[in-house]
Structures are given as structure tokens and as C-alpha cells.
């Protein structure tokens, strides 16, 4: 069975551009949570999306956005892109919500580097 | 707020040698507990996971115990491998009904052969 694969793996962008991240889940998978990583800060949550639904989110600006198609894949939009953005954005699918019975899977992310 | 404070890395060993990464926490309520382990240029796996006090995840020769009156959830191995070079992560969900997790900082762990 494939695992979470998420495009492109690396994104060079300038400061003010914008980005569209995409994630694509586990077959079966219905929810998929987005999160960054970075030196500083380590692991944040930024979105989760269970049947096209944003269900929660993170303490992140409006210049981070998200949605998920019909298909359970997902995309992630970051906004006027500033050089604190660079990161790692990983994305996890699970079968569904609630972490006890259903555990995430990780893609190995995109590594986004604004310059 | 929730947060999870872990010890700060590198930990180098050789192998054999006895493994502790220390994790504490602070939550409202009661918050399950998860440790992750990122192998060099993979995504986070799941370890091992404990939903109540004094719970014990194990996988892989590896174990924590849920220690409600510490605050703790500390992550051991009795005898480590070149293999378990990587980077470990503690966590921690306080609501059941999401999956969103609060993670600590990450500890890198280096097995020397």
C-alpha cells in the first residue's frame, strides 16, 4: 500500500510569492492534518481536514490556508510568503479522527525555502 | 497552554549501551502520550503510545510509562543499535475527538557501532 506522498518534495520561492502544497493520503485515509517544522519552533499543528471539512486549526495567520477534495487529498496555500515560512510542511493521514484508534502517517514532507 | 518539554540532544551511545530520553508535560485534563521516531530523510512514525497513568507503550524494545504524579513519559530502551539513530519526538493529544498533537522538541540520538 502507498504511503502519504506529498509534492513537490523541495519549493524555492521569493519573499511575497505564494505556494501550493499537495498532499495526497494513504488509500482509504479520510482525514489529513498538515503540520510545519522548523528549527525554532520544532512541530506545529497547522490544519486537519476530515471529509472536506476543516475541523481545527492552529495559531498560524490567515496567509496559511488549506483545503481537501472529494478524494481525501489535500493542499496547503501559504500567502505572500516571508522568510520565516521556510520549513518543512509535513502532512499525516489517518482512517479517521481520534488518535487512540487511528494513528497518523506521515509523508517524508516539502522542504520550502523562501528567499 | 499544553506543551511538552524534552531533554535536548544529541544523545551519543554506543550501541548496547542503555538508552533514557526524558519527556515531561503539562495539559489540561487528561492527555494521551505518544513518542515518534523521524529516521533520516523519512516522516514521522509512530512509536509507542499510552492513553491512561501508568499505561506502558511498547514497541520495538522500547517502552514508556505514563506517570501521571511526574508528569513524565520517558522513553527507554535497554540496549540501542547503530539502527535507532534517529530523532525522537515526545507528544501529547488532549482531545480525543481531533488529531492534533503537541510535540516537544525532538531528541536526536546517535548509536555509535
Known amino acids: 500500500k502507498a504511503g502519504v506522498t506529498q509534492t513537490p518534495r523541495y519549493l524555492i520561492k521569493t519573499r511575497g510569492q505564494q505556494v501550493t502544497l499537495s498532499c495526497s493520503p494513504i488509500s482509504g485515509h479520510r482525514s489529513v492534518s498538515w503540520y510545519q517544522q522548523t528549527p525554532g519552533q520544532g512541530l506545529q499543528f497547522l490544519f486537519e481536514y476530515f471529509s472536506e471539512t476543516q475541523r481545527n486549526k492552529g495559531n498560524f495567520p490567515g496567509r496559511f490556508s488549506g483545503r481537501q477534495f472529494s478524494n481525501s487529498r489535500s493542499e496547503m496555500n501559504v500567502s505572500t510568503l516571508e522568510l520565516g515560512d521556510s520549513a518543512l510542511y509535513l502532512c499525516?493521514?489517518?482512517?479517521?479522527?481520534?488518535?487512540?484508534?487511528?494513528?497518523?502517517?506521515f509523508g517524508n514532507g516539502t522542504r520550502l525555502t523562501v528567499t | 497552554g499544553d506543551s511538552v518539554t524534552q531533554m535536548e540532544g544529541p544523545v551519543t551511545l554506543s550501541e548496547e549501551a542503555f538508552l533514557t530520553i526524558n519527556c515531561t508535560y503539562t495539559?489540561?485534563?487528561?492527555?494521551?502520550l505518544f513518542w515518534y521516531v523521524q529516521y533520516p530523510g523519512e516522516g514521522l512514525q509512530l512509536l509507542l503510545k499510552a492513553t491512561k497513568a501508568d499505561d506502558k507503550g511498547s514497541n520495538k524494545g522500547f517502552e514508556a510509562t505514563y506517570r501521571k504524579e511526574t508528569t513524565s513519559f520517558h522513553l527507554e530502551k535497554g540496549s540501542v543499535q547503530v539502527s535507532d539513530s534517529a530523532v525522537y519526538f515526545c507528544?501529547?493529544?488532549?482531545?480525543?475527538?481531533?488529531?492534533?498533537?503537541?510535540f516537544g522538541t525532538g531528541t536526536l540520538l546517535a548509536v555509535q557501532p
Open positions: 499525516a493521514s489517518s482512517l479517521a479522527v481520534g488518535l487512540l484508534n487511528s494513528p497518523l502517517h
Open positions: 507528544a501529547l493529544s488532549v482531545d480525543g475527538a481531533t488529531n492534533k498533537l503537541i
Open positions: 495539559a489540561t485534563g487528561y492527555p494521551s
